[in-house]
Every structure is written in structure tokens, then in C-alpha cells.
């Protein structure tokens, strides 16, 4: 096969961007009328942009689905379409699949501990939203500054916390990859933004 050829996305993607427009078509990104799909497909042009497979941008695209729409039986129907792999990436991009939630600060402590046992493959995916949601935050702060917090169950605090201790494990775990080394620019840059001049401005 042409190895250009090879490249190009097939029908599981298209399945897939489908399978997620109709699951989140309803949704919005917190605090605004934008629909939640930009959020799916600027995750997944992320993964493309840093060399993911089919797979991985499959898992982009269905990153959130058992997180925000139907838990494990959301999962099940992602394994029965697309397999176990595909399935098990957006599980470990899930810090839950319960309703209700547990609390915030418990989900989110869980979830950076749950980071080292996650494979490299789905480590990009997750970093990938991470990028994407510290960019989207710093453009929001611009537009409406200090209520950009609100939009947020951690605050302002934990909000900042969450990131940065994110995008130092992610560092730590992938120290070579340029994801991550983009995240961590993004993260201090939306820290100069926010004011932060000591970690115990954004430390749990």
C-alpha cells in the first residue's frame, strides 16, 4: 500500500465522528453556547498533529463520551463499535464513569495517580485534551478575565493546580515528546496571565 495512503483516515474515524456528533450534539462547553464537538475535534487535531494513529484520534473523538454520556454502558457500546483498545483509551481519559460524581478534588487527585499506568498510546490523547482545555481557558480569561473561574468546580485554585500538576506529570512520564512541552508553556503562560507569583497560589 502507498504509504501516503496508509495515513488517510477510513471509515472507523468516520464512524466514529458520527457515533460522537450524536452523542454530545446537545452539549456546550462549560460557560458558553459553543458546542461541545469543537472541543472533540480540536482534541483530535491535536493527536493528528502530533502523529497519532486512526486509533488514537478515534479515542479523541470519543474522549469524554463515557465521562459525559452514559458511563459503562456508553463504554460498552464504544467496545462493541470499535474494540477493546479503543474503549479501554477512553476509559483511562475518564476520571469517572459513575453518577452521580464523586467530588471534584477526589476525581481529579485520582486521576493524576492513575497517570503512570496509563500506556504512552493513550497518554497522548489525554494530554492532548489537556492542551487544548489550558488554550481554551487562556483565551477566555482574555475575553472576560477573572469569571473564567466560576465556570470551573476547582475555582481559580484548584483549577490552576489541576493544570500544572498535569502538565508536569505528563512531562515527566513522556519528558521528549513536543505535546508536552507545548502543555507546559501553555500552562505557565495561563499562570503569568491568572497572577500567579508562588506555587502556594495554585498548590491543594
Not at 478515534?58 to 465521562?67: F, K, N, T, V
Request: one cysteine or more.
Amino acid at each position: 500500500m502507498d504509504q501516503h495512503m496508509s495515513s488517510l483516515l477510513g471509515q472507523r474515524f468516520e464512524d466514529a465522528l458520527v457515533f460522537a456528533f450524536r452523542l454530545h450534539r446537545r452539549q456546550t462547553r462549560k460557560g458558553s453556547e459553543t458546542p461541545f464537538v469543537s472541543h472533540l475535534l480540536g482534541v483530535t487535531d491535536l493527536v493528528l498533529h502530533y502523529g497519532g494513529s486512526e486509533d488514537q484520534a478515534i479515542a479523541a473523538l470519543l474522549h469524554d463520551a463515557a465521562e459525559d454520556q452514559g458511563g459503562e454502558e456508553t463504554l460498552a457500546e464504544i467496545e462493541r463499535r470499535f474494540g477493546a483498545k479503543i474503549a479501554a483509551m477512553v476509559r483511562d481519559c475518564s476520571d469517572t464513569t459513575v453518577t452521580p460524581r464523586p467530588e471534584w478534588e477526589e476525581r481529579k487527585k485520582r486521576y493524576l495517580r492513575h497517570l503512570p499506568d496509563v500506556p504512552a498510546e493513550t497518554l497522548l490523547v489525554s494530554a492532548a485534551d489537556k492542551l487544548y482545555n489550558v488554550r481554551a481557558i487562556l483565551a477566555d480569561y482574555h475575553l472576560v478575565g477573572e469569571q473564567v473561574w466560576k465556570r470551573f468546580n476547582g475555582g481559580r485554585k484548584g483549577t490552576l493546580w489541576y493544570y500544572r500538576a498535569l502538565a508536569d506529570e505528563y512531562a515527566r512520564l513522556m519528558p521528549d515528546h513536543p505535546l508536552c512541552a507545548e502543555l507546559l508553556r501553555a500552562v505557565a503562560q495561563l499562570e503569568k496571565e491568572a497572577g500567579v507569583v508562588e506555587p502556594s497560589d495554585w498548590e491543594k
